[in-house]
Structure formats: structure tokens, C-alpha cells
């Protein structure tokens, strides 16, 4: 195997990023939080396009969160104004790259201008065969299940599905990532060490990788130390060292 294919084989398949500090980052420069936003929608560009270039299969950004309702509403009315620009200024880009949209959550929770600009960017791009760009949106970890779980107990209620049949193949397949590998490496910014309820289920075996970086200054960089140290970890899946390296 050469060098080059070496490296290309201990990239993630799938990476998930919580993006965090977009407003620590705006208050050390005295600026309000919708600067903060706004910068960090620029290393949205940086990233998903610097993953684009690697061959990155999938990338999930936690953009909104289900419990983020509770923030001040003129934030929430910037954040969404901020998406519907990402969208309008980038889906052109995402077909030419061959990059599908899919949105992680409860879409239908969501405003009227960004539902309708999401649904039509997802129509768009559907035919993207070379990255999947997951956008959770209005998303909880654990709303997620249960909403797999409501699925399976109706297809069970409805005698389609009997109860034995209830695996974990196919409580996946009810996702929101359904038909997409789990994450390989979760990143979080800002120096914070927690899941704060995103992908639950999915990231039982990703490897979590922290950084103090606040995501307005994520980019090729910071994304590249931690594909560097992805790249020195060996995964386990629950077997022994010796067992993972085949010893």
C-alpha cells in the first residue's frame, strides 16, 4: 500500500462535529453573539469544503439544537436568517461538488422559510454520490430515539413487524442517519467534554476528540490535527489491544 493510500485508509468515513463557541468567540472581541454566528457559518464553508477535498464520505454539523428553542429569540431569528443565506449561497456548489443535504431532526418543528429552503435544497442535491453533509437541525439524541422506537412499535402494532424482530439493525434503520455508517470521530470545540445529547445511539464507538479551539476558528488546520491523531488510534469495537491489532 502506498503512502498516499495508507493515509486514505485511516480517514473517518464519517465525521460528526459539535460546533461550539460561536459566542465566547464574539463576546472576546466585543462583538454581539450574531457576529459570533456568522463567523461561525463561514467555518461551516471551510470545513465542509476542506472535507469535500479529502474524500471525507460523510459529515454531520449540530447546527441547531432541540433544546437551543430556549435561547434569546432575536439569536434564534439570526440563526435561522444565517441558514437560509448558507443555503441560498451554497447549494449550487454542493451539486456541482456532488455533495447530497440531509437534515438530522424534527423538520417539521421548523419554521416555514427554512423548511421549505431545506426541503428544496435537499431535492436539489439528492443526486450527490460523493459526500453526505447531515445538518441536525431542531435535533435531540434522545427525541431521536424515540421517535425510532414509536415506528417499531406501530410497525409491530400494525402486524408488520413482530417483536423478536426488534434488532439493533433495525432500530438504525429508523434513524435519522439511517443508511449512513456511524460516526468514526466525534469532534467538539470550545473546550467542551460533553455529547450534549447528539447522536446517542450512533456514537457508542466513536473516537471523541476535543478541542479548546472555538469553531469560528475551526478550519483545514485544526481539522487536520485531529485527523492526524484519528489516524494513531487503534479501534477496539470492544475487544483487547492485542485482539484490535489482530496479535
Not at 463561514?42 to 437551543?68: K, M, Q, W
Not at 432500530?171 to 442517519?177: I, N, Q, Y
Request: charged share 25%; net charge neutral; with cysteine.
Amino acid at each position: 500500500m502506498s503512502g498516499a493510500q495508507e493515509s486514505a485508509a485511516k480517514l473517518p468515513a464519517h465525521i460528526a462535529i459539535i460546533m461550539d463557541g460561536n459566542g465566547r468567540w464574539a463576546q472576546a472581541r466585543g462583538l454581539p453573539r450574531t457576529a459570533g454566528h456568522r463567523a461561525g457559518a463561514d467555518a461551516v464553508r471551510a470545513v465542509v469544503r476542506e472535507c469535500r477535498r479529502l474524500g471525507i464520505p460523510h459529515l454531520t454539523l449540530y447546527a441547531f439544537s432541540s433544546e437551543n428553542w430556549n435561547r434569546p429569540k432575536t439569536e434564534i431569528s439570526a440563526l435561522f436568517g444565517l441558514l437560509l443565506e448558507f443555503l441560498g449561497a451554497e447549494v449550487a456548489t454542493m451539486v456541482e461538488q456532488g455533495i447530497r443535504l440531509q437534515v438530522l431532526g424534527d423538520l417539521d418543528g421548523l419554521p416555514l422559510a427554512q423548511r421549505t429552503a431545506l426541503r428544496h435544497a435537499m431535492n436539489r442535491t439528492a443526486d450527490g454520490k460523493d459526500m453526505t453533509l447531515n445538518l441536525a437541525l431542531n435535533y435531540g439524541g434522545r427525541a431521536e430515539l424515540v421517535r425510532a422506537a414509536r415506528a417499531l412499535a406501530a410497525e409491530v402494532a400494525a402486524g408488520g413487524l413482530a417483536p423478536e424482530a426488534i434488532t439493533e439493525t433495525a432500530l438504525a434503520d429508523r434513524l435519522d442517519t439511517a443508511g449512513q455508517p456511524d460516526p468514526d470521530l466525534l469532534i467538539r470545540t470550545s473546550g467542551e467534554q460533553r455529547l450534549s445529547n447528539f447522536l446517542l445511539y450512533q456514537c457508542a464507538y466513536s473516537e471523541l476528540w476535543f478541542t479548546p479551539v472555538l469553531w469560528p476558528d475551526f478550519g483545514a488546520e485544526e481539522l487536520a490535527k485531529a485527523l492526524n491523531d484519528y489516524a494513531g488510534r487503534s479501534r477496539r469495537f470492544g475487544k483487547t489491544r492485542e485482539q484490535a491489532d489482530g496479535c
